[in-house]
């Protein structure tokens, strides 16, 4: 299972490439779809790799993603696109398997002591 969550900086809707997008005929597909991309890495721990396969599972047509590469929100790549900065703004893959680890062993700490006071 990947993450269950991605970040997203509160300025995301003020960022400039961003907002020049919007302001373009089905500009608000494309962000759309840019925002379904990151979700999809994040799920599928890809660390920000979009596969061509999964096009249409973030609700993407190649015009959407023809316009996000044209806006540098994302690269196109081998086999599909990346998305730019996801390093700088989300955690590594080892990061969230370590955190999702550790939350296991509370959690299992946790329980075992309610279940020793019963």
């Not at 920000?48 to 599972?57: D, T």
């Not at 047509?61 to 996801?86: M, N, P, Q, Y």
């Amino acid at each position: 299972m990947g993450l269950q969550w991605i970040r997203l900086d509160t300025a995301m809707p003020d960022n400039p490439k961003l907002l020049g997008l919007l302001t373009e005929k089905e500009g608000h597909r494309a962000a759309f779809v840019w925002v379904c991309c990151m979700a999809y890495a994040g799920k599928h721990e890809t660390a920000g790799f979009i596969p061509r396969e999964a096009v249409s599972r973030v609700n993407g047509r190649t015009a959407d993603f023809d316009r996000l590469c044209r806006v540098d929100l994302l690269a196109e790549s081998a086999g599909g696109w990346d998305i730019k900065g996801w390093d700088e703004y989300q955690l590594s893959d080892e990061s969230s398997v370590a955190r999702r680890e550790k939350a296991k062993k509370a959690a299992a700490a946790r329980w075992s002591k309610k279940e020793a006071g019963k």
